[in-house]
């Protein structure tokens, strides 16, 4: 971990593992024993919580919430106000009206896998996982499983389409084939929530 890349008013604990070429911004707080990979950039006042695993090449927007025990594969997008949530039923109080402790519940965490991206203000409700290279749109509430290379947007988040690795909608082509208009690769529907990637 290089001093030069994190922000003077950052707040990373010293047990946190940062390769050199990640940086974090101004009032970030990386919490104990997270560990990011190469070329991660955690964005201002984000929160990564205790023990959350982040892969290489992932952006952090600014205020993002990554609540522990997220994990977050290579390339992920996380975009500005994004709330990764760890409790199935929150509460502040026990049934008896005791404060809860740590002991008292048990973090559920989201897994984000690769080279998919978070719309801003997105929630996702753990425990979930986002599929390879999925999309989930801004201000959508994800409360189940999204697929490989989904697009999904509203609450409850629903797929409305099929996204490429680049990012773009795909386009139709027949009956279970898609094309991205963007890089021309090409991915075959084998069911409703299933697309393959197909070798051009």
């Keep these: 971990m290089s001093s030069s890349n994190i922000h003077a008013t ?40 205790p023990g ?12 993002a919430l990554v ?15 994004v709330v990764l949530t760890n409790d199935h039923f929150p509460r502040a109080i026990n049934a ?14 989201v897994h984000i896998r690769e080279g998919a991206s978070i719309g801003a ?14 999309l989930v749109g801004s201000g959508s509430v994800v409360v189940k499983d999204v697929p490989d290379f ?14 490429g690795k680049a990012g773009e909608p795909l386009r139709r082509e027949g009956d279970k084939d898609w094309i991205c208009p963007v890089s021309g690769e ?3 529907q084998t069911d409703e929530n299933t697309l393959i990637e197909v070798e051009n």
Excluded: M
């Design 67 to 81: 609540y522990e025990p997220a994990r977050l594969e290579h390339g992920v997008f996380i975009g500005p106000a």
């Design 121 to 134: 203000s997105a929630t996702c409700v753990a425990p979930v996982t986002i599929g390879r290279w999925a």
């Design 52 to 63: 959350v695993d982040v892969g290489d090449n992932c952006k952090i927007q600014n205020y």
């Design 10 to 49: 950052a707040d990373v604990a010293d047990s946190a593992r940062i390769a050199a070429s990640s940086r974090v911004w101004h009032y970030a707080q990386v919490r104990e024993n997270a560990a990011l990979g190469e070329n991660c950039i955690v964005g201002r006042g984000a929160y990564i919580g």
């Design 186 to 188: 090409r991915y075959r």
């Design 150 to 163: 989904a697009l999904v947007v509203g609450s409850p988040a629903r797929r409305v389409g099929w996204v």
């Design 96 to 109: 008896d009206g005791s404060p809860k402790s740590a002991d008292d519940w048990h973090p559920v965490g």
